[in-house]
């Protein structure tokens, strides 16, 4: 059965939202999935001075944390992750470039990977964060599969080619309706991965 891992960076909720839409997908695909959250890394009196941060941080305290094991053990990977000024957080570039060792194994490669984010508002940067995000996918030798236009509905959510992409208010609640959009771009990697490692 084709593996697919999904990693999540959340602070607010609506990139795990994202993930927990992807994995359902994923199943629905017949997939066997794994959603980890890529470790906070941010101290604890950055967390509590923003009430939705810490309600989010202390209601998935049961979520697995995504160990670099992850990357190797699965065939493909969806990544949700929000936008920081047009890039990753720095949580999920820490996490990243935890993955050094398994790279130059070459254990990374021909993986297929799919990403998405979200942002305050709707050009927030998050195109250019997907788009920064797939450069250590190439250096890593992966496969990237982006949703393109493979659905007359990714024109209804935004019509970003490159991922689905969120816009959250200040609760991390999002306000575009996107679920089937996350969906499909989980089964399309899914189906690539299947095609490779199948």
């Given at each position: 059965?084709?593996?697919?891992?999904?990693?999540?960076?959340?602070?607010?909720?609506a990139n795990y939202q994202m993930a927990q839409w992807a994995e359902q997908g994923l199943k629905e695909a017949g997939a066997e999935v794994?959603?980890?959250?890529?470790?906070?890394?941010?101290?604890?009196?950055?967390?509590?001075?923003?009430?939705?941060?810490?309600?989010?941080?202390?209601?998935?305290?049961?979520?697995?944390?995504?160990?670099?094991?992850?990357?190797?053990?699965?065939?493909?990977?969806?990544?949700?992750?929000?936008?920081?000024?047009?890039?990753?957080?720095?949580?999920?570039?820490?996490?990243?470039?935890?993955?050094?060792?398994?790279?130059?194994?070459?254990k990374l490669v021909d993986k297929v990977v799919t990403a998405m984010s979200s942002a305050q508002n709707p050009h927030g940067g998050q195109?250019?964060?997907?788009?920064?995000?797939?450069?250590?996918?190439?250096?890593?030798?992966?496969?990237?599969?982006?949703?393109?236009?493979?659905?007359?509905?990714?024109?209804?959510?935004?019509?970003?080619?490159?991922?689905?992409?969120?816009?959250?208010?200040?609760?991390?609640?999002?306000?575009?309706?996107?679920?089937?959009?996350?969906?499909?771009?989980?089964?399309?990697?899914?189906?690539?991965?299947?095609?490779?490692?199948?």
């Open positions: 059965m084709t593996k697919m891992a999904v990693f999540y960076y959340s602070s607010t909720g794994k959603l980890v959250k890529i470790p906070e890394t941010a101290p604890k009196e950055a967390i509590d001075q923003n009430p939705a941060w810490k309600k989010h941080y202390e209601a998935t305290q049961d979520v697995p944390e995504a160990q670099v094991d992850d990357l190797e053990w699965a065939d493909g990977y969806v990544f949700s992750i929000p936008t920081r000024f047009g890039n990753v957080p720095g949580q999920v570039k820490t996490f990243m470039d935890m993955a050094g060792g398994l790279w130059a194994q070459g195109e250019q964060t997907i788009t920064n995000f797939y450069t250590s996918i190439y250096h890593w030798g992966g496969i990237v599969v982006a949703p393109g236009y493979t659905d007359e509905q990714i024109f209804a959510a935004g019509g970003n080619p490159y991922g689905t992409s969120a816009t959250v208010d200040g609760e991390g609640n999002i306000q575009d309706d996107i679920e089937y959009v996350v969906k499909h771009q989980a089964k399309r990697a899914y189906e690539v991965a299947k095609k490779i490692h199948g």
